[in-house]
């Protein structure tokens, strides 16, 4: 196997993002709490700069697991926002000038080829939606409304002198802590502050609820969708040389099983069973819920691009009609079928089946050749090489 395919990997870059960020939030909170071992560099750095770097990095740590799961999710931002933290990451690492943050260095530099080998496979686009955008607007509407207007009303504040503690009284307002460091003045010539305060509590708390709710709403809908036994559309879009299973029956188990043996290959299942559906989504079998023989679900799985389509339900009129709409969306891919009743052979291959299997004829071939002392593994070989020369 090659060296790009076994290691450098789609999720090896994404399990190095994640190890980048928990290294900068530790290795940051160490240097707060200075419980940093001094490294070569430190006599070079002062100290109210690594202090600074401290908490920075453990800010772009945080940022860093934002990007870490846009990359689970392919999409380009997370691969831009992963190429620019990287750099800042290993120069925090730097000048943090503690040994704890070592690692984080050499791990920021080990990243960085990984995610530059992948950068094509992650290649889908961030569309927010209107409300998102919605959203967002108002939640840095609101905040800029309390650090702007608690500034300008700081000589009617105790505990305001600079914008940076407008912002703090904002957020902490806004998350409803109320430490109670800063506060409006006593006295008839603080009621406008009062009231301020009060009207950015309101707006803050309005917005971040709202914000809350945009952002919850992606990861409650893919809760539901594995609930009820769908892909999601990140795994769809990813189907490609794949190999499809059309509908589900008594065969399609040891099929998955053999699927799941061979390395690399990937595939996945439609069915307009929910319940089926539903069971194979627990054990992370790809799961397409819709009715095989329709064109729109086929087209959605990307039947175009797959190697192979297989047919094997217990119901031979719905596997012919499964396999007529499969080659005419794809007339090169090669289809494969199963007959349940022997004299539907004939009408599955003319449906557009390259290869069809009997296993009911089959079995009795393998149970008389075995039955007069020919080893079962010669039974098959040599029926499955009948099969071959038939076609």
């Known amino acids: 196997m090659e060296l790009t395919r076994d290691w450098v990997t789609v999720r090896a870059s994404i399990a190095l993002t994640f190890g980048v960020a928990i290294l900068s939030i530790l290795a940051g909170l160490a240097q707060i709490g200075g419980l940093g071992v001094d490294g070569p560099l430190a006599p070079y750095v002062g100290g109210?700069?690594?202090?600074?770097?401290?908490?920075?990095?453990?800010?772009?740590?945080?940022?860093?697991?934002?990007?870490?799961?846009?990359?689970?999710?392919?999409?380009?931002?997370?691969?831009?926002?992963?190429a620019v933290l990287l750099p800042l990451t290993a120069l925090q690492g730097l000048l943090q000038a503690s040994v704890l943050s070592f690692p984080l260095v050499a791990l920021?530099?080990?990243?960085?080829?990984?995610?530059?080998?992948?950068?094509?496979?992650?290649?889908?686009?961030?569309?927010?939606?209107?409300t998102q955008l919605a959203a967002g607007a108002a939640l840095v509407g609101a905040v800029a409304y309390g650090t702007v207007g608690s500034y300008a009303l700081r000589d009617q504040f105790e505990g305001i002198e600079t914008i940076?503690?407008?912002?703090?009284?904002?957020?902490v307002t806004a998350s409803?802590?109320?430490?109670?460091?800063?506060?409006?003045?006593?006295?008839?010539?603080?009621?406008?502050?009062?009231?301020?305060?009060?009207?950015?509590?309101?707006?803050?708390?309005?917005?971040?609820?709202?914000?809350?709710?945009?952002?919850?709403?992606?990861?409650?809908?893919?809760?539901?969708?594995?609930?009820l036994g769908k892909m999601t559309d990140r795994q769809i879009d990813l189907l490609d040389d794949h190999v499809l299973v059309l509908?589900?029956?008594?065969?399609?188990?040891?099929?998955?099983?053999?699927?799941?043996?061979?390395?690399g290959v990937e595939y996945a299942v439609v069915t307009?069973?929910?319940?089926?559906?539903?069971?194979?989504?627990?054990?992370?079998?790809?799961?397409?819920?819709?009715?095989?023989?329709?064109?729109?679900?086929?087209?959605?799985?990307?039947?175009a691009g797959a190697r192979a389509v297989v047919a094997a339900t217990e119901d031979d009129a719905r596997d012919a009609l499964a396999i007529l709409t499969a080659r005419q969306l794809?007339?090169?891919?090669?289809?494969?079928?199963?007959?349940?009743?022997?004299?539907?052979?004939?009408?599955?291959?003319?449906?557009?089946?390259?290869?069809?299997?009997?296993p009911s004829t089959l079995g009795g071939h393998i149970l008389v050749d075995c039955a007069f002392g020919a080893d079962?593994?010669?039974?098959?070989?040599?029926?499955?090489?009948?099969?071959?020369?038939?076609?």
């Open 48 to 82: 109210v700069v690594r202090q600074t770097v401290g908490f920075t990095g453990t800010i772009t740590g945080f940022a860093m697991f934002a990007s870490g799961f846009a990359l689970r999710d392919g999409y380009r931002v997370g691969w831009y926002s992963t």
């Open 108 to 130: 920021s530099v080990l990243s960085a080829p990984t995610l530059v080998i992948n950068r094509g496979r992650f290649d889908r686009r961030f569309s927010p939606s209107p």
């Open 164 to 171: 940076v503690d407008a912002f703090y009284f904002t957020v």
């Open 176 to 227: 409803t802590v109320g430490y109670g460091d800063v506060h409006p003045a006593t006295g008839p010539a603080s009621d406008i502050a009062q009231l301020f305060a009060l009207s950015s509590l309101v707006v803050n708390v309005a917005a971040f609820a709202v914000a809350l709710g945009v952002l919850l709403t992606p990861a409650i809908e893919a809760q539901l969708s594995k609930a």
């Open 247 to 263: 509908g589900y029956g008594d065969l399609t188990e040891p099929i998955l099983e053999e699927l799941d043996a061979r390395d």
């Open 272 to 303: 307009p069973d929910e319940n089926v559906a539903r069971r194979l989504t627990d054990r992370d079998v790809p799961v397409y819920t819709a009715d095989p023989s329709d064109v729109d679900p086929l087209e959605r799985v990307n039947v």
């Open 330 to 358: 794809n007339p090169d891919v090669r289809i494969v079928a199963a007959a349940t009743q022997r004299e539907n052979v004939d009408k599955l291959r003319r449906a557009g089946a390259d290869q069809v299997i009997s």
């Open 376 to 391: 079962s593994t010669d039974a098959t070989e040599g029926i499955l090489d009948d099969v071959d020369l038939d076609d």
